[in-house]
């Protein structure tokens, strides 16, 4: 992705929402990027996903949450915002390993955490701490597993 794509506009400008509007009503001293509000983030998916039924309303939430959570695993860890040979938009790490910031928010509205372990929180520890780094792909390897070349 380009950084004249215009998709990657959205979704910078969407991930600043986040920190603009859900900042102040946090309770967090100095919202962001880090870990304390992304894990305030995800209590407020869940808080959200109980009381709303609209697809639309999901929809948009799920976009503009998974942009911030995208945008945070960035700021920790590295990658680009890049789209993935499936036509599905993602984080690119240096090593060649990708992750799906919108994936994962949408399946926590679809499932919580409390029934399924849907969290994206429990992603952004998996995607800061494993795949960015490439123990994901050692750990495939290592397995036997058949891993992608890196693009």
Known sequence: MTDDDPRLAMIL????????????????????YGRE??????????????????????????????????????????GVWDVHARDEIGVRFDNGDWCFPFSKVAKQFACGTADSG?????FYNVSIGYIAGGAARHAAVAAGDE????E
């Open 13 to 32: 400008g969407n991930s600043a929402l986040v920190v603009e509007e859900l900042g102040p009503i946090s309770g967090l001293e100095g919202f962001g």
């Open 37 to 78: 509000s992304v894990a305030w983030v995800d209590g407020y998916i869940e808080r959200q996903r109980q009381r709303m039924d609209d697809p639309d309303a999901v929809s948009s939430l799920v976009s503009v949450l998974g942009s911030y959570l995208g945008e945070a695993i960035i700021k920790a860890a590295g």
């Open 118 to 122: 849907e969290s994206i929180l429990s």
């Open 147 to 150: 891993v992608e070349a890196p």
